[in-house]
């Protein structure tokens, strides 16, 4: 089952930051946070991971509370070809293949 | 890297028929995935591969799916005989082994049983 809450849509101005909360309570010390998009009719792709410190790469940031029980994916200049389905997912980084499971996701909808 | 190459893109067979998916995995990757996507279940995880050995296939859906990974460079998932409930996307993705390892996944192949 997915250890992760999210809202199932949201939108956002074009231009505008895109803030896209996860909730994961449950999660251990042992597992990562993932952020996957998946743009319609494409593969999931990935976005950014993280531990515990806060992430940053070319497509996002990924802020994870101190407490771990909640992340945020940070889109800073969200476009429209940013409108898809992100799906936060906790993994347990000693059980590679397993627990990589996909919850529904938030829809984001960017807005022109 | 190609990333992770499947084939068919899109296939439409009649029930009854044997469908056969494939998948390239990322060269140097150990694990490889299969999932399938419908608009009822969402992404569902139906099998994983270790170096090309099934660890887990308790998301396979029933005896009518198999699936095989011969090498390191390749797996097939094969239904026989397909249902009209088999329409879906199925994707292949792989991974390297570590800690903080990523999938990536491949296009999908677009299936549809009439």
């Known amino acids: 089952d997915a250890k992760t809450t999210q809202p199932p849509s949201m939108d956002c101005a074009e231009g505008r930051a895109a803030n896209l909360p996860c909730n994961h309570s449950?999660?251990?010390?042992?597992?990562?946070v993932y952020w996957y998009r998946q743009i319609h009719s494409q593969g999931p792709q990935y976005i950014i991971h993280?531990?515990?410190n806060n992430e940053t790469n070319e497509m996002a940031s990924l802020i994870i509370t101190e407490d771990r029980k909640s992340s945020t994916l940070i889109l800073p200049h969200a476009t429209l070809r940013d409108t898809a389905v992100y799906y936060c997912?906790?993994?347990?980084?000693?059980?590679?293949?397993?627990?990589?499971?996909f919850g529904p996701g938030t829809r984001l909808s960017v807005l022109p | 890297d190609a990333g992770v190459i499947q084939s068919p893109r899109h296939e439409v067979t009649e029930m009854g028929q044997e469908v056969t998916l494939r998948c390239k995995p990322i060269?140097?990757?150990?694990?490889l995935f299969w999932y399938r996507q419908t608009m009822m279940r969402g992404l569902e995880l139906l099998i994983y591969?270790?170096?090309?050995?099934?660890?887990?296939d308790s998301g396979m859906p029933e005896d009518r799916f198999s699936a095989k990974m011969p090498n390191a460079s390749f797996s097939t998932l094969k239904i026989q005989p397909s249902e009209p409930r088999d329409s879906a996307v199925y994707f292949c993705?792989?991974?390297?082994?570590?800690?903080?390892?990523?999938?990536?996944f491949g296009e999908g192949s677009w299936l549809t049983v009439v």
């Open positions: 993705a792989s991974s390297s082994q570590g800690p903080g390892n990523t999938i990536y």
């Open positions: 449950t999660i251990s010390g042992n597992e990562y």
């Open positions: 993280g531990l515990k």
């Open positions: 997912i906790v993994r347990d980084v000693d059980n590679y293949g397993q627990n990589f499971v």
């Open positions: 060269s140097g990757h150990d694990y």
């Open positions: 591969f270790n170096n090309n050995v099934p660890i887990d």
